[in-house]
Each structure stands twice: as structure tokens, then as C-alpha cells.
């Protein structure tokens, strides 16, 4: 697995951060010798990790307009990957109304002397409704969980394409090390995405995942004979 730089990330907004993503196949990563750092003026610098989903975090940190901003491997800090900085002075607003559909329940917890739980998460797939696009320069869909001790955390997210309204979130299986965690119905959520300059938009008022839409079943009507 490698950290890299999110290649839709075109700068860094003065109130932003820089967006970096894991891959699985390490010759696609640019700079893959050792742990991937933030640089500031040359220099490697230590930043906050804002935790956006499984593969994708922000990083902040304190620069200027004229901080000269990259990212590099710590083995060739010479070799670094330079970020401009901008003033994205553009108000940022919550997604529009967000529907959510196919999520099933939450498998209870095992209680002592029954059955163990299966070793993996049950697999889920629960599809994601905007009644309006995002931004045009929206990057990433990120779904925040409201956990029982009231914080708030990324939980998951989708990359973002012009115009898409829609979404599907797929979690849990078995999974070989990295994959998404699962959705259920009745986890508490809300929604937010990131800029192309690395800013995060005010999320949607919280609101719980809902279960799969019942399919009603034809009856059919036999004829009567008198």
C-alpha cells in the first residue's frame, strides 16, 4: 500500500489541506521510497491528519500565499512534488438533500454462550441520492458516522465526476486488508465533500441510513366460477 497525492487536487486553498489517498499498486505512486512527508519551504514538517475515509486523509498544516508547499518521500526530500497555494475565497454550502436506500440491519452482537459472529463484516451496499450536483470543483463524497459518544468522524468516500448525483457506498466481506467498513440501516450519518484545493464543505444535517425498499408482491386474482 502507498500514500500519494490525489492527482485531482490541482492546489491548496490557504483554509485547505493537502489530499493524499492509499493505493494497492506501488508503481503507480510516484513517491513511494519510504513514508510519504509534507514539505515547507525544503523543509519536512510534521501536519494534522483529518481522517476522511478509509484511503483518504487530509493533511493540514501551517503555510502562507507564499509558503513554497509540496510532498515528498522521506528518503529524497530533494525530489518533492511542489503544491501550489491559492486564495479560494468561495463560500462553501452543505450537498443538497441526500436520500439514502438498501441498507439492512446492523447483525446483533453475540451474547455470551452463543454462536461466535463470522470472522468478516457482512457485505452491504447502500446507494446515495443528491437532489442537486455538487460544487464542479467537489472532488471527493464524504459520509461522516455520528458515533454513541457524540463525535463525529469520516467514515467512507467517493471520488466525485461533473454533474453525478449518484452514489454507491459497497463495505464490509471479507476484504484482504484495506477495504471499506460497512453501511447499516439505522447508522446515524451525514454528508460533506472536499474541494479541488483541499477545503471541506459544512455536512448535511444528520440523518440515519434507511433500510431497502420493500417490493410489494402481486397477488394474483383467480377468476370465480358460479
Known amino acids: 500500500m502507498s500514500t500519494v497525492h490525489l492527482n485531482a487536487q490541482t492546489a491548496v486553498a490557504l483554509d485547505?489541506?493537502?489530499?493524499?489517498?492509499?493505493i494497492k499498486n506501488r508503481n503507480?505512486?510516484?513517491l513511494n521510497d519510504g513514508t510519504v512527508v509534507m514539505m515547507v519551504n525544503d523543509k519536512a514538517v510534521p501536519h494534522e491528519d483529518v481522517y476522511?475515509?478509509?484511503g483518504l486523509t487530509l493533511w493540514r498544516g501551517k503555510f502562507t500565499a507564499t509558503t513554497k508547499l509540496g510532498v515528498a518521500g522521506s528518503q529524497n526530500l530533494?525530489?518533492?512534488?511542489?503544491?501550489?497555494?491559492?486564495?479560494?475565497?468561495?463560500?462553501?454550502?452543505?450537498?443538497?438533500k441526500v436520500s439514502t436506500t438498501g441498507g439492512f440491519a446492523r447483525p446483533p452482537r453475540p451474547t455470551p454462550g452463543s454462536q461466535p459472529a463470522p470472522p468478516a463484516d457482512p457485505f452491504t451496499t447502500v446507494a446515495v441520492h443528491l437532489s442537486a450536483a455538487l460544487p464542479d470543483?467537489?472532488?471527493?463524497?464524504?459520509?461522516?458516522?455520528?458515533?454513541?459518544?457524540?463525535?463525529?468522524d469520516g467514515f467512507?468516500?467517493?471520488s466525485v465526476a461533473k454533474g453525478q448525483v449518484d452514489f454507491q457506498f459497497q463495505g464490509g466481506g471479507k476484504g484482504c486488508g484495506g477495504g471499506a467498513p460497512p453501511l447499516f440501516a439505522g447508522d446515524k450519518v451525514s454528508f460533506g465533500y472536499v474541494t479541488s484545493t483541499g477545503r471541506l464543505s459544512p455536512q448535511?444535517?444528520?440523518?440515519?441510513?434507511?433500510?431497502p425498499t420493500p417490493v410489494k408482491a402481486k397477488i394474483k386474482k383467480t377468476k370465480q366460477h358460479r
Open 28 to 30: 503507480e505512486a510516484a
Open 204 to 211: 448535511t444535517a444528520a440523518q440515519l441510513i434507511a433500510g
Open 137 to 152: 470543483d467537489a472532488v471527493a463524497l464524504v459520509v461522516y458516522m455520528h458515533q454513541d459518544n457524540g463525535s463525529v
Open 156 to 158: 467512507a468516500w467517493s
Open 78 to 96: 530533494k525530489k518533492a512534488q511542489a503544491l501550489p497555494i491559492v486564495a479560494d475565497t468561495t463560500v462553501l454550502t452543505a450537498p443538497a
Open 16 to 22: 485547505g489541506g493537502i489530499l493524499m489517498v492509499d
Open 52 to 54: 476522511l475515509g478509509r
